[in-house]
């Protein structure tokens, strides 16, 4: 079990992202106020991340694509490489946002070189994927399989955020058609803009846990959830059972407000961890998405007797 579970883990960072290597390093990334660049720590421990230096691998471009609001970077090792995928919009048009890929030319993400591969490609038969804002991508494994899950936006006037699944053809391209695993259904993914997005994907006794954020970046941001059989089907949206309420939302007695875009982890002692983003001040000032108080928190997830996991604030 994590020693302590504070508030503010790592101040500032939004849509944290944790991987524990095969080696048992910890690494870790997200999102910063200035949406400029892409960082990276390490450390053998968990909490020993919020110490930890950070390192900027990658900086936006001066002009063209990747060159504005650089978004929630993950780190995923595939085929014995490492990856970063992130979004990223123009310089000359900021809500350009697309997917891309950066790889690692070595075995240390953190002091190696990366080198950018370009946008995410859907498959060749595929007429709809990153046509238009698309964010978020996240990546699981099951059965030897690889998948890919985005948020992308459809639609004409009030654009919705819809999350997507594919099978991975390669760690740069997409083998199957888009699915869509969720829309917008419920008043609490409606609270300011449509929005399901921010996917994470946690394993447990034959079953496969997926959590989404929904709402708009302020206090009603929130988190959702979707639970698969391993054994079925990942790209039958049947297959799929979607929660009716959110898994975690604003908790005002606690001071804690729009937790979400989550990601998991294990402790040192191989307990399951989550981590988000969340504020602890119901005011903000501006518009909540240029806001800098987006903070990284931790907790460890309890699995409730229904072998579901429950999240607390």
Not at 61 to 75: D, K, Q, R, T, V
Not at 107 to 126: L, Y
Not at 156 to 183: D, F
Not at 212 to 241: F, H, Q, R
Request: aromatic share 14%.
């Amino acid at each position: 079990m994590l020693k302590e579970q504070k508030d503010i883990w790592i101040a500032q960072r939004a849509d944290p992202y944790v991987y524990r290597h095969t080696d048992g390093t910890y690494y870790f990334t997200a999102s910063v106020p200035a949406y400029d660049r892409i960082v990276l720590r390490s450390a053998k421990h968990l909490e020993q991340l919020a110490e930890a230096e950070e390192v900027t691998i990658w900086k936006k471009h001066e002009a063209g694509s990747m060159g504005n609001h650089i978004w929630a970077p993950e780190l995923h090792y595939l085929d014995g490489k490492w990856y970063i995928y992130f979004a990223a919009g123009d310089a000359e048009d900021k809500w350009h946002i697309r997917p891309y890929v950066l790889e690692c030319t070595g075995q240390n993400p953190v002091k190696d070189t990366w080198v950018e591969r370009g946008m995410m490609q859907c498959a060749d038969e595929d007429e709809f994927s990153f046509r238009a804002f698309s964010l978020d991508a996240t990546i699981f494994e099951n059965k030897g399989d690889y998948y890919y899950v985005w948020a992308e936006k459809v639609g004409a006037g009030r654009m919705i955020s819809n999350l997507y699944i594919a099978r991975m053809e390669s760690p740069v391209k997409l083998a199957t058609v888009q699915v869509l695993l969720t829309t917008p259904d419920y008043d609490w993914e409606r609270r300011g803009f449509w929005v399901n997005e921010g996917p994470a994907v946690v394993k447990h006794n034959g079953k496969i846990y997926l959590t989404y954020s929904a709402s708009d970046t302020g206090v009603n941001y929130c988190m959702g959830m979707l639970t698969i059989d391993e054994k079925a089907d990942m790209l039958d949206p049947k297959a799929w059972t979607k929660k009716r309420y959110p898994v975690l939302a604003t908790e005002e007695e606690k001071g804690i407000y729009g937790p979400g875009h989550n990601s998991f982890t294990v402790d040192d002692d191989g307990d399951h961890v989550i981590v988000f983003h969340a504020r602890t001040e119901k005011e903000i000032i501006g518009d909540p998405l240029y806001n800098p108080n987006r903070h990284a928190m931790l907790r460890n997830i309890i699995w409730g007797l229904d072998g579901e996991p429950k999240f607390k604030l």
